[in-house]
């Protein structure tokens, strides 16, 4: 039985994946102060890190596993670890250089399982492993795994640039199956070659290089409508969602879906003259996408569902990530050179 638009509003504001965003906003704004020491972009909610170098840019990410994915299904945090790493430097619209780790754990079946798991998710989507940091000692209970990565782009799609007008454009790849047993997720990469994965990502460092698009993010542990909200209030805006609109396998409840990680799944703000040839991109690589709201001026995002609509966030009240870009005139000029839309 299909849940009713204001319990999905409720278990969306609700999932511990958008809850555990919250705590993002304090860091931040510890850590900004040391920004004055580099050479990088402003950060407001990107997937990576953007440093500018030789004329096209480098991607700095970094992502950490859940412990329970850890003790409960440690090969398959190791292929997540890489996959996770990977997706967010395509989602910015760059490549992948290499990789390296941080691995806690103190046992060695345990540890050998995590460490099989990243080098099949390294050779499966051929990122380099190049090294990293072992705590060989970690106590059973509390093992832990990060991944560091290095890309490179030519140009970038951020997370703060969606416009009013825009359309919000998802694309999940609906040929796979349910994925590991701790977390709801969707497993689209099982079965599929290097080549077929590679050819999949590269959607995404395309429609950046032919300007398709300036907004985009990878669907994260948010689910999907966390991570379209997150977009919105990065960009300091709202939006429309249609949950009619959105792609998704019959064999999963809306609710479950809503909620489900990806190993394939990012959301672009589109122009909507643009938005047909985006699709197209992605439809020749076996991937659905499909218009599934707008962006508007108004700081709240709402669901529709037939003829019902509700709110689902409201930022002049609510907070996510609580990182938001507010077009000011000196965070303006330091993003003109590579984002020529923002003049």
């Excluded at 090969?75 to 790493?85: E, L, P, R």
């Excluded at 454009?169 to 590679?198: F, H, M, P, Y």
């Excluded at 009619?244 to 909620?259: G, K, Q, T, V, Y």
């Excluded at 569902?305 to 409201?314: A, K, M, R, Y």
């Amino acid at each position: 039985m299909e849940k009713s638009l204001i319990d999905i509003v409720e278990a969306v504001r609700n999932y511990v994946g958008v809850l555990r965003k919250q705590p993002i906003k304090k860091v931040v704004e510890i850590l900004k102060l040391t920004h004055q020491y580099g050479s990088q972009l402003p950060n407001y909610g990107d997937d990576a890190a953007v440093i500018p170098w030789k004329g096209e840019y480098l991607l700095f990410a970094t992502d950490g596993m859940m412990t329970g994915l850890l003790i409960n299904e440690p090969y398959a945090a190791g292929k997540a670890s890489v996959m996770v790493t990977v997706n967010d430097i395509y989602s910015m619209g760059g490549r992948p250089i290499g990789m390296v780790n941080v691995l806690a754990s103190g046992d060695e079946k345990h540890r050998a399982l995590i460490v099989e798991g990243i080098e099949k998710g390294c050779r499966k989507l051929r990122v380099p492993m190049l090294g990293g940091h072992l705590h060989p000692d970690a106590a059973p209970s509390s093992p832990s795994l990060s991944v560091a990565i290095l890309g490179s782009a030519k140009k970038l799609l951020r997370s703060h640039l969606a416009e009013a007008g825009d359309d919000l454009i998802l694309a999940v790849d609906l040929n796979g199956q349910k994925g590991c047993r701790s977390v709801v997720s969707w497993d689209a990469n099982s079965g599929k070659t290097s080549e077929a994965l590679l050819y999949r990502l590269d959607a995404l460092p395309l429609i950046a290089e032919r300007g398709l698009s300036c907004a985009a993010k990878d669907i994260s542990n948010a689910g999907i409508l966390g991570t379209i909200s997150i977009m919105l209030e990065n960009s300091g805006k709202g939006g429309c969602i249609d949950l009619e609109a959105i792609p998704r396998p019959s064999e999963i409840a809306l609710i479950d879906w809503l909620h489900c990680f990806q190993s394939f799944g990012f959301i672009l703000a589109v122009k909507s003259e643009k938005s047909e040839e985006v699709q197209e991109i992605f439809s020749r690589r076996s991937i659905s996408s499909r218009v599934v709201g707008k962006v508007l001026d108004d700081p709240t995002v709402t669901l529709k569902q037939q003829q019902e609509s509700i709110t689902l966030f409201d930022f002049r009240k609510d907070e996510i990530t609580g990182i938001r870009y507010n077009g000011l005139k000196s965070e303006k000029l330091s993003l003109l050179a590579q984002n020529p839309r923002l003049t």
